[in-house]
């Protein structure tokens, strides 16, 4: 067998290997024995780029290119559903249908409401071509790139299947319980906002511009309904079961009801059933079986009449307030956090509630005893919703303490009433006065250079991949070494070589041979025995494989071009954008730190609050020592002599749309060069539209668009010798 043969061989073996293990749960193989056929195919495919296919299963991983969402109109609008919460109005929905009907027999079929996110999928010849959001119903973005990192959705159906030539399958994409618990438990680790439930994670994951952290977060998906000429047949329901067997993740949990009574029972059963399904359920939806029936019952403007979905109450438990904590993350936001008694609640014991910020703290008007609402629901993270109607706890904690202090009882005992619990107006941590931004509803602590969990933001900030992209340095062993002492602040990091080897030489000259390290180096007598206490340590020892890749990154970290180190500096309101743009505009570190007010909010871009904040970081003499220091270790501070003589003014005023793949550079160079000639990235096309830089493989979406608009498609030599011209 030849290698084109055998490359199109695993990609089918694997396609089913995945449906079986995501899909039906019934692995064939071994992980081992699956690693060893993708192996096999990433090898091949790697000596074949000719036989490159977005399908293929080794795309699953996803790609660290960013991408631009494109904007797709629906070939058939994505309506949202009526919902209620009333079981009456499900009586009048059934009645509704027969009437419309005209009294003709009727199925419903009965299906769970996943909370997600909706996604249409459009196939052709068995192959996934597009997947699109939902979007405001008529039209929604294209998220393809990201879809095909989900393993349970099929990019290619199997062979022989009577699919139609071309169809179009709805569903939801979700996180299940154990990703998104998995997630949250990363993101409170690294002091990041936690997630409020999976849908919004599943919502923010699938929109995400990088699809590797689409593919690391584990989202699932389920496929609810069919449509496109030639479908199997006039039933819903039946049409999924023929889904399901072509490939397709249906939920095995329909029934098709025949009664009010059996929609009722259904209802009933999964009220409580739900809790031990492994992703969010937030209700049920009752279809009309028939396609034919549907078509008759027609729509309104904003939702079908053949449908309606029934919610589940949000449940409730009623506990005591005894505390409310504030917490501080990473970027500096205060966090109200209420301690109650625990009470049961989704199954689970709850002590904790989050109170959002100041302002919700204040509609509620809690006291310390206050008999409070907790509710669950879609939350994973619990909230308090209001106080008990009956309440009067906080008399009662008033009047005992009172009582309890000689003489005072009688005198305020009947009218004191405790007061509100107040939002703190200072840092609980640092103490510094906290302050709140324009727009935002968080009270933030502004000592990013004092205070614990924002020095530890700002350095997991400096060394992210878009800042100075120090890898195999994640935010544990920041932790880590923050708290060992070892780091004050990300400048630190350039001096980890010269502690490691210092700390070697002290511990060589103090050598003992009854010291010995677990990992075979000695400590000595004098060592700091505290960095090597446990398993968790790190082992400051430039020999050790994984330190050595720490240091190596950092170093490599040097050559890092200026327009990202002003990022990783860690200006508040300067992102990724407005650092390049303050740095082609000044060209020096020096020259963005003397800028004035008039001439920041002189450059296209940076308004007031950005301009305000560049100049209060420059006047802060801890910032100008945390820049100079990195200066010293030889860190890029003005624009690159290359960078300099590369730009022009060939592409300005000139909007550019990036799409396929490219032989000469990568997608992320291009964008640098159509920026550094002055022209615009934009993600989408229009009618302002300058041209689209097409590579192989060009999204046949937007080539349709272009075309249409009648944009002219240029290809990479095209465009590299536009930018090299002298004209």
């Known amino acids: 067998m030849d290698e084109k043969a055998r490359i199109l061989q695993l990609r089918d073996e694997l396609h089913q290997h995945n449906y079986r293990y995501y899909v039906e749960n019934a692995p064939v193989i071994s992980d081992q024995e699956f690693d060893f056929l993708m192996h096999e ?32 109109v629906h070939t058939r609008p994505m309506l949202s559903l009526g919902n209620t919460y009333n079981r009456d109005e499900v009586a009048d929905f059934w009645q509704r249908v027969s009437e419309g ?44 790139a990201n879809v095909r990192t989900i393993r349970s959705i099929p990019l290619q159906l199997p062979a022989g299947g009577d699919w139609p030539r071309e169809f179009e399958i709805r569903g939801e994409v979700l996180m299940p319980w154990s990703s998104f618990d998995r997630l949250n438990k990363e993101r409170e680790e690294a002091g ?55 490939g397709f993740q249906v939920s095995k949990n329909m029934k098709l009801a025949n009664s009010l009574e059996e929609v009722y029972e259904y209802i009933d059963y999964w009220d409580e059933g739900r809790k031990k399904l492994p992703v969010a359920t937030d209700g049920v939806v009752l279809k009309v079986n028939s396609l034919a029936q549907q078509k008759s019952l027609g729509m309104t403007a904003k939702s079908p009449r053949w449908a309606i979905a029934y919610k589940f109450q949000a449940e409730q438990a009623e506990t005591t307030l005894r505390q409310v904590v504030f917490q501080v993350g990473r970027t500096g936001a205060v966090t109200p956090v209420a301690n ?120 997991e900030h400096f060394i992210s991949r878009k800042a100075m992209n120090i890898t195999s340095l994640g935010p544990e062993t920041v932790d880590d070494y923050f708290h060992r002492g070892l780091i004050h602040d990300a400048a630190d990091l350039y001096e980890l070589r ?67 180190v002003l990022f990783a500096i860690g200006i508040r309101f300067v992102g990724e ?47 100008r020592a945390f820049v100079e220091r990195l200066r010293g270790y030889g860190l890029q501070m003005e624009i690159g002599e290359q960078q300099k003589q590369a730009q022009s003014d060939k592409l300005q005023g000139q909007s550019v749309v ?37 590579g192989d493989n060009m999204g046949p979406a937007k080539l349709e668009k272009a075309q249409k608009l009648g944009i002219r498609i240029m290809s990479e030599d095209e465009f590299l010798s536009l930018i090299k011209s002298e004209e």
């Open 340 to 459: 109650m008694d625990p009470v049961q609640l989704a199954g689970t014991q709850v002590r904790r509630a989050t109170l959002h910020n100041a302002d919700v703290m204040a509609s509620l008007d809690l006291h310390v005893g206050d008999h409070v609402l907790v509710e669950k629901g879609g939350e994973i993270i619990p909230k308090i919703v209001g106080k008990a109607e009956t309440d009067n706890s906080k008399f009662k904690i008033q009047n005992s303490k009172f009582k309890s202090e000689e003489g005072a009882g009688e005198q305020c005992s009947i009218f004191n009433v405790q007061s509100s619990i107040s939002f703190v107006d200072r840092c609980p941590v640092c103490g510094s006065k906290l302050v709140r931004y324009e727009g935002e509803a968080a009270h933030y602590c502004p000592n990013d250079t004092g205070c614990p969990p924002l020095i530890l933001g700002r350095i």
């Open 101 to 144: 009907l005209m009294g003709a027999p009727f199925q419903i079929c009965c299906e769970l409401k996943f909370d997600g996110l909706s996604i249409s999928l459009h196939y052709e010849e068995g192959r996934l071509v597009r997947a699109v959001t939902r979007g405001d119903g008529v039209q929604g973005d294209d998220v393809t």
């Open 41 to 72: 195919l990433q090898d091949l495919e790697a000596r074949h780029p000719e036989l490159f296919d977005a399908n293929s299963p080794t795309q699953r991983v996803g790609s660290d290119l960013n991408n631009e969402f494109e904007t797709v």
């Open 498 to 564: 010269v502690k490691s080897e210092e700390l070697r030489v002290k511990n060589n000259s103090n050598n003992s041979e009854d010291d010995i390290n677990p990992d075979g180096s000695s400590l000595g007598s004098g060592a700091d025995e505290s960095l090597f206490s446990d398993a968790l340590a790190p082992k400051l020892n430039p020999v050790n494989a994984s330190f050595s890749k720490i240091l190596a990154s950092i170093e490599e970290s040097k050559k890092v071009p200026f327009e990202r």
């Open 577 to 623: 954008i407005a650092a390049k743009t303050l740095a082609r505009y000044y060209g020096s570190m020096d020259k963005v730190a003397e800028a004035s007010k008039e001439s920041l909010m002189q450059i296209n871009g940076i308004g007031e609050v950005i301009a305000d904040s560049v100049i209060g970081y420059f006047a802060n003499p801890v910032n």
């Open 658 to 694: 990036i799409s396929g793949v490219f032989q000469h550079h990568s997608r992320d160079e291009y964008k640098a060069l159509i920026e550094q000639h002055g022209g615009k990235n934009v993600g989408s096309i229009s009618a302002k539209t300058s041209f689209v830089l097409a």
């Open 192 to 246: 990041e906002p936690l997630f409020a439930n999976p849908r919004n994670a599943a919502s923010g994951t699938l929109k995400s511009k990088n699809s590797s952290t689409v593919a690391q977060r584990g989202l699932d998906a389920y496929l609810y309904y069919l449509l496109g000429d030639g479908i199997p047949g006039d039933g819903h329901y039946q049409n999924l079961e023929a889904a399901a067997k072509w």
